[in-house]
């Protein structure tokens, strides 16, 4: 499914009738494909959404949802370095870690693609506007590192939504809205793609657009 207009966050201004009508209007631009992803157009840039493997992207750069040593761990982190090889946990020793809602970049060395940007996103507690300001980060900065190599293609996996436990709807709903506004703001990125470990994953960003509001409406 593809949305056709441009979209801004909703913010405090927009009441909850004002919500379900946006929805409503969502309805009517939703689109199926038929091809597994669904695309969300924002000006001359894409975001997609499907379900998959994030070593095998063949974006510019994928991102690893790391720990703060960047010296590897379990899922995305642990698949990643597996993946790409020795020569990426040399390079990341050499960087000195990172802190949560930080972001740097290494070579891809094994992978397709060409560079794996490190984010570490925040350990979910209970909602917390400042856990929220993390995550929001952790997308943000890993955008900010993407522009500043000139990468025009980044692949994102759920940031803190594995052993961190930050929830799937509130995860998915930060992560789009934050993506989103980047992306109006900076349309050098032309594709920012979520590979969704798995069905349940997928769902919950699917839902998440219900969110956003289009812009005028």
């Known amino acids: 499914m593809i949305f056709h207009e441009h979209y801004t966050g909703i913010n405090e201004k927009h009441g909850p009738t004002e919500v379900t009508e946006a929805r409503k209007s969502l309805d009517k631009i939703l689109e199926w494909q038929g091809d597994g992803i669904v ?4 000006g001359s840039s894409v975001v997609e959404l499907t379900q998959g ?4 992207q063949d974006t510019e750069a994928i991102v690893n949802a790391a720990n703060r040593t960047l010296l590897g761990g379990g899922g995305v982190d642990g698949a990643i370095h597996r993946a790409a090889g020795p020569e990426l ?20 060395y094994r992978l397709k693609a ?11 507690r209970g ?39 930050y929830p799937l709807g509130e995860a998915a709903s930060v992560a789009l809205h934050t993506v989103v506004d980047f992306l109006q703001a900076h349309p ?29 409406s």
Do not use: M, N, W
């Open 39 to 42: 695309e969300i157009k924002i």
């Open 53 to 56: 493997d994030i070593t095998q």
């Open 89 to 108: 946990l040399a390079e990341c020793r050499t960087l000195g870690g990172c802190d949560t809602g930080d972001a740097v970049v290494t070579r891809g």
């Open 114 to 124: 060409k560079y794996v940007i490190h984010t570490v996103g925040p350990v979910y």
């Open 127 to 165: 909602p917390d506007p400042s856990t929220e300001r993390l995550l929001e980060s952790a997308y943000r900065r890993s955008l900010e590192v993407a522009l500043a190599k000139e990468i025009r293609s980044v692949a994102f996996p759920a940031i803190s939504t594995g052993a961190y436990g």
């Open 188 to 216: 050098e990125i032309k594709l920012v793609r979520f590979v969704l470990f798995d069905q349940r994953a997928l769902e919950a960003f699917e839902k998440a657009p219900e969110g956003l509001i289009p812009a005028g």
